[in-house]
């Protein structure tokens, strides 16, 4: 079984910075990759970020690209989103998620955590 733990959301004020965390428990998977997700209230859940574990190819959605990037420390089993130059339009709930491929589809994914929630304020 696995368990994913999120932290480090919060109210930053419009082109500041957050750094969540996802500490992952449990392997269901040889290979696997994680990836964070958000989802604005009304709106679906998007992909914003993925990195296969082993290898640390990493994909970032064009919405972020250049701002956020995600990285993990393997000794740590922690995954890392960090966020500069937020905009309000980044403010939802930012979820870890776990699969055995690195997509951007959240029902690929199998394991998710219970989410953080980032407020950028203009």
């Known amino acids: 079984q696995v368990q994913l733990v999120e932290s480090g959301g919060g109210l930053v004020q419009t082109g500041g910075s957050l750094r969540l965390s996802c500490i992952v428990s449990g392997r269901a998977f040889s290979t696997y990759a994680m990836a964070w997700f958000r989802q604005a209230p009304g709106k679906e859940r998007d992909f914003v970020a993925g990195?296969?574990?082993?290898?640390?190819?990493?994909n970032i959605a064009d919405a972020v690209k250049g701002r956020f990037t995600i990285s993990r420390d393997n000794a740590k089993n922690t995954v890392y989103l960090q966020m500069n130059s937020l905009k309000p339009e980044d403010t939802a709930v930012y979820y870890c998620?776990?699969?055995?491929?690195?997509?951007?589809?959240?029902?690929?994914?199998?394991?998710w955590g219970q989410g953080t929630q980032v407020t950028v304020s203009s």
């Open positions: 998620a776990y699969g055995s491929n690195l997509v951007v589809v959240p029902s690929a994914y199998d394991y």
């Open positions: 990195i296969r574990w082993r290898s640390g190819l990493a």
